[in-house]
């Protein structure tokens, strides 16, 4: 596709989609340990004291990523053009629409963080009697919510967000003939926009001469309230072929969404109607050990309103404690498999990428410390005694106090040796 304009040519190639990458907040470093948090809260959540610090990280982390989740499904992910969709003539009878669009990466971050913390809640609820049982409970049911409204809200950024081939973010460049820029770019300038793409291609290759021309990109042209335009990067389009390693990972993932979390959102809104509109406390009727009475009582029941509400809490209590956690390992690989293909804006040099570990690590210290630090007191002034008993019983304590009083006097004459001088 050739225009000839003032005996200049340009070239439009629909080859390109611009980003703005996975922020730091969501790098490999702070979901590995997002996740580690969330399966050592399971394993240990019996003890208090050490499963208390790890909760509250899942909680705040996982909470502003349900929040961030809920603004990209209010903006579509997307970016703002400064200029309107419009055509640009590419001869008298060919043209190219152009959508300035940019998609931001953190809708496959949060879409991991929020999944992984929304699957993780219901087998918790179900199996945990110290969950369903601990004085913070008002506070884990508001948490409860907020994962399932940024649930939500991921599920809308994933029907909402066209980015196949045919969709707004596969972006066009314009180029001289036989000129093309260098993959990926990182923050391309903002060129002079007039009132249409039109224009604003023709008035760029007018401005420029033929020696030190480089491409247009109109996606370059865009503004996010929660981005900055210098992070935008330019790669090239990703293309996956059909039936490739790919292909059937995404599709798998993508099933596993549509048709899994809404089985488990309906599990999580019967979950709550149990907890608030049951008169049998929630002890008594969830967990592990109840399975087996709840089967009891199917066996042995005629068909009644009461067997209904007994089979609806064996189906819920196998879905959370047995298909959950299966759907919970194949989600997170996936996810983290999809996401490793996404450009990132930190390394694991930067400090937003380890300082996170390292807080982990000395609020883990500071526990030990708080439950431990009686005994290691009374391990030490134990020591000490000893130490001094064997001091005392060897009679070496006399010796010392001797030389320290001899010292204070002058020279080696207060010992009153035959061989010291004087």
């Not at 491409?215 to 370059?220: K, L, N, Q, R, T």
Request: hydrophobic fraction near 50%.
């Amino acid at each position: 596709m050739v225009l000839e304009l003032q005996k200049m040519f340009f070239v439009a190639y629909r080859d390109i989609e611009c980003i703005y990458p996975v922020s730091g907040q969501y790098g490999r470093a702070p979901r590995a340990l997002y996740y580690a948090l969330l399966l050592f809260v399971l394993i240990y959540r019996r003890h208090i004291w050490l499963a208390a610090g790890a909760a509250a990280s899942c909680i705040t982390f996982g909470g502003a990523t349900a929040v961030h989740a809920f603004i990209l499904a209010c903006i579509r992910a997307a970016s703002t053009p400064l200029v309107q969709d419009s055509s640009v003539s590419l001869n008298q009878t060919d043209s190219v629409l152009v959508q300035s669009r940019v998609l931001d990466l953190d809708v496959d971050a949060t879409l991991a963080v929020v999944g992984a913390g929304f699957l993780t809640l219901l087998p918790l609820a179900i199996g945990s009697s110290s969950f369903r049982n601990s004085g913070a409970q008002p506070i884990l049911v508001l948490w409860g919510l907020l994962m399932l409204i940024g649930m939500l809200c991921c599920l809308v950024n994933l029907y909402a967000i066209n980015a196949s081939a045919n969709g707004p973010f596969h972006q066009y460049r314009f180029c001289p003939p036989h000129h093309n820029d260098s993959l990926p770019l990182f923050g391309p300038s903002v060129p002079n926009l007039p009132t249409s793409w039109n224009k604003s291609v023709a008035q760029f290759f007018k401005q420029n001469s033929t020696s030190d021309l480089n491409c247009f990109y109109p996606c370059a042209a865009s503004f996010q309230l929660l981005r900055q335009q210098s992070e935008i990067q330019i790669i090239p389009f990703p293309a996956v072929r059909n039936h490739s390693p790919e292909y059937w990972a995404l599709y798998i993932l993508v099933n596993i969404v549509y048709g899994c979390m809404p089985v488990t959102i309906l599990a999580c809104i019967s979950l709550f109607i149990l907890r608030f509109c049951s008169t049998t406390p929630t002890s008594e009727t969830l967990g592990y050990r109840s399975i087996l009475r709840n089967l009891d009582i199917l066996a042995s029941s005629p068909i009644n309103r009461k067997m209904a509400y007994q089979m609806l809490l064996v189906m819920l209590q196998v879905y959370a404690l047995v298909i959950t956690p299966l759907i919970l390992l194949t989600f997170v690989a996936l996810a983290e498999w999809s996401i490793s293909f996404d450009p990132e804006s930190e390394s694991i040099q930067h400090i937003g990428q380890w300082a996170p570990l390292v807080g982990v690590a000395l609020v883990l210290v500071g526990a030990f410390l708080s439950k431990y630090w009686p005994t290691l007191r009374d391990c030490h002034v134990a020591v000490i005694r000893l130490g001094w008993t064997w001091w005392s019983w060897t009679g070496l304590d006399w010796i010392w106090m001797e030389w320290i009083r001899l010292r204070r006097r002058s020279g080696w004459t207060g010992l009153n040796l035959p061989w010291a001088p004087g």
